[in-house]
């Protein structure tokens, strides 16, 4: 694989949009913080050509999230090209994320989360949506800050594996960045915040959704189902024409499947605590070193 320039960036977007379901993250990321680095979203990129065409990309963001999208099969590659490179985590396609940790020696390395998520996609036209009656979205902003941010802090313990004083920490950055980019709502049921949707990515004509939180004393009544259709809709509204999720529990998995979504595929998200370090002997065979340093942050 050969490191990817400015040049590359139509012909690796054009690329990654064929694959739009597992490079949602990085189309994202592109499109918002570009390859010149300075924001830890900023991207390096490194792609295979045969015959001209790409048949692969391997990006890793500035803060060290990897974003595999290997469907050429350049595994060995790829895992070459992130010698050295400090790794918070892998994400994408569980076909590919499997492999390529192992081909990196960090199939053993500790990590707070690693779990294969099944992948559902919907055309908004089919949107199918529940009754609304007495129920509202607010902008994240709009709703209380201590209760949203209580809010997140248990989406990382119970979804993202966090540790209670590491998932309050995020959290309140996490809410930061929602507010600032307008991403999330609050579902308003009879006046009283009851839920939370969002957009962790989003593109001219598709959102992926994100973060949807309800909590476990309102569980079973809908109210994710119900936050995350008014969301969309609103979304289509505004041009978008198709959304992307992967489902962290069943019952995440029947709402979406009452809105219409349609299972697609298989999503892996890999988070590594403490982040890792990678390195590769003279025979390319990957390895792992967790520095000591690197014990006291956070990915």
């Known amino acids: 694989m050969i490191p990817a320039t400015e040049a590359d ?91 390529l940790r192992a081909a990196l020696g960090l199939a053993e390395a500790p990590a707070s989360l690693s779990r294969d998520e099944p992948l559902f996609t919907l055309p908004l036209d089919a949107l199918r ?23 997140r802090a248990a989406y990382g313990t119970e979804v993202l594996g966090q540790d209670a004083a590491g998932a309050a920490a995020q959290a309140t950055r996490d809410i930061d960045g929602y507010v600032a980019a307008d991403s999330h709502r609050v579902l308003l049921r009879d006046g009283v915040p009851v839920a939370m949707t969002g957009f962790n990515a989003r593109l001219p004509d598709t959102v992926q959704i994100g973060g949807v939180y309800t909590p476990p004393a309102l569980r079973g009544q809908g109210l994710a189902r119900l936050a995350l259709a008014l969301h969309l809709a609103e979304a289509r509204a505004e041009g ?60």
């Open 9 to 99: 960036r139509a012909a690796i977007t054009a690329f990654l949009t064929a694959y739009i379901e597992t490079s949602m993250f990085t189309l994202a990321n592109l499109q918002n913080h570009g390859m010149a680095g300075g924001h830890p979203r900023a991207l390096r990129l490194w792609l295979r050509r045969d015959g001209g065409r790409i048949t692969d990309v391997m990006a890793v963001t500035e803060e060290g999230m990897a974003m595999p999208q290997l469907s050429g099969g350049a595994i060995a590659a790829a895992a070459q090209v992130l010698a050295g490179t400090r790794l918070i985590g892998i994400l994408g396609a569980a076909a590919q994320v499997a492999p």
């Open 129 to 151: 949506m529940p009754d609304a009656s007495g129920a509202r979205l607010i902008p994240l902003g709009d709703a209380p800050r201590d209760l949203v941010t209580g809010w």
């Open 240 to 299: 978008v024409a198709r959304a992307v999720l992967f489902a962290a529990s069943d019952m995440a998995v029947r709402a979406y499947v009452a809105l219409g979504f349609e299972r697609q595929g298989t999503f892996n998200l890999t988070l590594f605590t403490p982040p890792a370090t990678v390195t590769h002997t003279a025979t390319h065979t990957a390895s792992v070193a967790v520095s000591n340093a690197l014990t006291k942050k956070g990915p």
